[in-house]
């Protein structure tokens, strides 16, 4: 797991916007997305149930929580990639880039 090394916090970054933030760990992408000012699809609030939050982890899939038993629910029946999580459900323990098809 990395870091950032100005912080010591894990620091998001959202490409191919240009913008990123530290945050504390264990707070979801979506939290940190708001956080960022950067847009999320989502119809749900955050339930694990509509998958519009799909992002896509281009560094530090290592760096998120596994799956629970609701996102390996939502993955299934939403048919994410390998490479896909869901923004409300993921949590950041580390340094992450993820990226949507819409920024
Ligand atoms: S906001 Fe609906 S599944 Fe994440």
Same mark, same amino acid.
């Given at each position: 797991?990395?870091?950032?090394?100005?912080?010591?916090?894990?620091? !998001?970054?959202?490409?191919?916007?240009?913008?990123?933030?530290? !945050?504390?760990?264990?707070?979801?992408?979506?939290?940190?997305?708001?956080?960022?000012?950067?847009?999320?699809?989502?119809?749900?609030?955050?339930?694990?149930?509509?998958?519009?939050?799909?992002?896509?982890?281009?560094?530090?899939?290592?760096?998120?929580?596994?799956?629970?038993?609701?996102?390996?629910?939502?993955?299934?029946?939403?048919?994410?990639?390998?490479?896909?999580?869901?923004?409300?459900?993921?949590?950041?323990?580390?340094?992450?880039?993820?990226?949507?098809?819409?920024?």
């Amino acid at each position: 797991m990395s870091v950032s090394k100005v912080s010591g916090m894990p620091n !998001v970054e959202f490409v191919p916007l240009g913008l990123s933030g530290d !945050v504390k760990r264990g707070v979801t992408i979506i939290s940190a997305a708001n956080r960022a000012g950067v847009p999320i699809g989502q119809s749900c609030n955050g339930d694990g149930i509509c998958g519009w939050c799909k992002v896509k982890v281009l560094r530090g899939m290592e760096n998120l929580s596994p799956p629970t038993a609701l996102e390996r629910r939502l993955i299934a029946s939403c048919a994410f990639a390998p490479d896909e999580r869901a923004a409300c459900l993921a949590k950041i323990t580390g340094d992450i880039t993820v990226t949507t098809g819409y920024w």
